[in-house]
């Protein structure tokens, strides 16, 4: 993909915070990008602000914890565009804050639902055309506790850590196949998940409530930060990288020079 002149991207979550910030970033480098996101509301507004800049994008709304929703909108992207080039895997939900011992077990099933079914659901139904064609990319976006634990957050973590393991599984079944895919950690930034961990106050433990308020009052990672690398795993210039756990602040730019050792920006987190 040399040029983003009629590549797709389709990107979960697309209606708020991080998936929004992305979506907008995909449109305005020159990607056609399909908007997926349970709230109509939300994805007309995204797509609002997409056509005012010039760019490209239809609505699809779905619940990425439905395989059959999933199907349907690769089908519409299919249909209007001719396939998806590239999927973002975005969406996501913060689920229960405070004490594992304290949670609802169906809060549990919510989180998972969303968090990883809802990745595969979004990898199972786009591979297959990646695959015919041998050209693709899925970058997988992962949150705190992929790598390290994560007090008070346990659902969550395990589902970030999940999505890494589950790139890097993937990743390994398709490297013949020419589909790069990917996580991503796009560090902290002001999103709703903010207010809910302030919210949650000592439940969600001072570290957390302190980290959250510094990103309320700076507004966190710059969304052109996170794009800048979005747009990296989605160029050719990534072709040789797959299967690894990038975090928007790593020296990542040094891997389009070279991949490094095999577990090198892994889960394992061996970054020198």
Partial sequence: MLSTQNVTALITGAGRGIGKRLSIGFAKAGFR?????????????????????????????????????????????????????????????????????????????????????????????????????????????????????????????????????FAE??????????????????GQCYTSITDDILRAGLRAGTAEVEDAEQVRLTGGVLPEKQTQLALFLASERSNHITGKLLYVQDDWKKLERENGRANAFTLRRQVK
């Fill in 33 to 165: 990008v399909g908007l997926l996101g349970r709230s109509q509301g939300e994805l007309d507004v995204t797509k609002l602000e997409i056509e005012d800049a010039g760019g490209v994008a239809i609505r699809i709304r779905a619940d990425v914890s439905a395989y059959d929703q999933v199907s349907a909108a690769v089908d519409k992207m299919n249909s209007t565009w001719g396939g998806v080039d590239v999927l973002v895997a975005n969406a996501g939900v913060q689920g229960p804050i405070g004490p594992f011992s304290e949670n609802r077990p169906r809060d549990w099933q919510e989180v998972f639902d969303t968090n990883l079914l809802g990745v595969l659901n979004c990898c199972r139904a786009v591979l297959p055309q990646m695959v015919k064609r041998r050209s693709g990319k899925m970058i997988l976006i992962s949150g705190p506790g992929a790598a390290t634990p994560r007090a008070n957050f346990a659902a969550y973590a395990a589902t970030q850590a999940a999505v890494a393991r």
């Fill in 169 to 186: 599984s993937l990743a390994e079944e398709n490297r013949d196949h020419n589909v790069q895919i990917n996580s991503l950690f796009p």
